[in-house]
């Protein structure tokens, strides 16, 4: 079982629909990274949260920490948006300390179509 | 503000050759990450370096390492290059403060074909 688990792999919108992405993590984190990925390989960092809620623009990412699950939304959806969608923690010592060594998801393929 | 810039774009070389990927982070950054993203196995931690010093490093060989140097950029040295080698290579920076870091932003990557 993979230490970071999306879902779904696959996601076909419509524009204007409301998109969520979850991941599930089983480690014990100082940090959790929502990040887009376009054709040609450029990662954009879209949010890093380590507890409740954080907003820009038309994305809402939210984390629960005791049920080690976040969720990335897409209001109003648009073809712009299609992208991978990654996300990925940054593991904690188990002493505490960070490592600061991101552990992935396998992504979330979005295609929003027009 | 200047992005992440890495260089090459694009490097070809054959088995067995040593290849050299280059990273300059964002202006005040002071920590460099690499990262593998091979074809159908999703992205790996490779190294993490801060303040000229590697501090982590992912579950790869010792083929694959690297420095960073007193302006903060960083080069990653692939020896003995392997056909399973070929990937997009890429790069993040950041600046840590010793417990917490601020969000990472990304280079364009480097793609690497091993022929």
């Known amino acids: 079982k993979n230490e970071v688990e999306q879902s779904p792999q696959n996601l076909t919108a419509q524009e204007g629909e409301f998109i969520t992405i979850n991941c599930s993590y089983s480690?014990?984190?100082?940090?959790l990274h929502w990040l887009q990925q376009h054709p040609g390989g450029g990662i954009v960092s879209l949010f890093m949260?380590?507890?409740g809620k954080k907003k820009h623009g038309r994305l809402i990412a939210t984390i629960n920490i005791q049920e080690k699950h976040s969720s990335l939304h897409i209001t109003a959806s648009h073809p712009r948006d299609s992208a991978v969608y990654i996300c990925?923690?940054?593991?904690?010592?188990?002493?505490?300390?960070?490592?600061?060594?991101?552990?992935f998801g396998t992504g979330t393929l979005l295609a929003v179509q027009p | 503000e200047a992005g992440v810039t890495q260089s090459p774009t694009h490097l070809i070389k054959t088995r067995g050759q040593q290849a050299t990927l280059r990273c300059s982070p964002i202006?005040?950054?002071?920590?460099v990450y690499w990262y593998q993203q091979a074809l159908g196995l999703g992205l790996q931690f490779l190294l993490w370096?801060?303040?000229?010093?590697?501090?982590n490093r992912g579950n790869f060989p010792p083929r694959f390492s690297g420095r960073q140097f007193p302006n903060y950029s960083s080069e990653l040295n692939v020896n003995a290059l392997e056909l399973e080698d070929s990937a997009l290579y890429l790069c993040?920076?950041?600046?840590?403060?010793?417990?917490?870091?601020?969000?990472?932003?990304f280079g364009n990557g480097t793609r690497l074909t091993v022929t």
């Open positions: 993040a920076s950041s600046f840590w403060g010793g417990r917490h870091n601020s969000p990472l932003h």
């Open positions: 480690v014990g984190i100082s940090a």
């Open positions: 949260l380590s507890s």
């Open positions: 990925a923690v940054d593991a904690l010592l188990l002493r505490g300390g960070a490592t600061n060594k991101l552990i």
């Open positions: 202006s005040g950054h002071t920590s």
């Open positions: 370096y801060d303040e000229g010093e590697e501090r």
